[in-house]
């Protein structure tokens, strides 16, 4: 089972450039396009809530993200340098309608077959996504 590990900085500019390099390891790897892209639009919405409402845009402080890969699932673990975040998305309210931001969990949830969130011992928060290769792509077949 391919295993991945990376450090980004916490500046904007770090996610072009996990995006590339999430491209680049679900490509060698087989994974279907479909399911490449709702990968890593959960990524992608949970690195930009680690950058902006964990680490706050703190060039000082990192977001980790740690890969696992094989034939039937795909797994991420997303993790801030921030303090307090799982007390956040519990108090966390659904979007309105009209609201601009709010929806990357909602995203997370909707895509992947796991969500979940933790807490680490020094505070920070890290995210859990599953995606079941298998069920997603027997859910293809019938849609």
Same mark, same amino acid.
């Given at each position: 089972?391919?295993k991945?590990?990376f450090t980004?900085?916490?500046? !904007? ?8 390099? $999430?491209?680049t !390891?679900?490509?060698?790897? @087989?994974?279907?396009e479909? *399911?490449? &892209?709702? =990968?890593? *639009?959960?990524?992608?919405?949970? =690195?930009?809530?680690?950058?902006v409402? /964990?680490?706050?845009?703190n060039p000082?402080?990192a977001?980790?993200?740690?890969? &696992?890969?094989?034939?039937? *699932?795909l797994?991420a673990d997303?993790?801030d340098?921030?303090? @307090? @975040? $799982? ?6 309210q659904?979007p309105t309608? *009209?609201?601009?931001?709010?929806? @990357? !969990?909602d995203l ?6 796991v !969500?979940? =969130?933790?807490?680490?011992?020094? /505070?920070a928060?890290?995210?859990? $996504?599953r995606f079941?290769q298998i069920?997603?792509n027997?859910v293809?077949?019938?849609?």
């Amino acid at each position: 089972m391919p295993k991945y590990e990376f450090t980004y900085l916490s500046a !904007v500019a770090s996610e072009d450039k996990m995006l590339d390099e $999430l491209a680049t !390891v679900l490509h060698i790897n @087989g994974i279907p396009e479909d *399911l490449q &892209n709702w =990968f890593m *639009l959960a990524i992608s919405e949970a =690195f930009t809530n680690a950058l902006v409402h /964990g680490n706050k845009l703190n060039p000082h402080k990192a977001i980790k993200l740690a890969l &696992n890969i094989n034939e039937g *699932l795909l797994t991420a673990d997303i993790t801030d340098e921030g303090q @307090g @975040g $799982l007390a956040k998305i519990k108090r966390r309210q659904p979007p309105t309608l *009209l609201s601009e931001g709010g929806r @990357g !969990v909602d995203l997370m949830r909707h895509y992947a077959s796991v !969500v979940r =969130f933790t807490e680490t011992e020094g /505070g920070a928060l890290k995210v859990s $996504l599953r995606f079941d290769q298998i069920k997603e792509n027997e859910v293809e077949r019938y849609t």
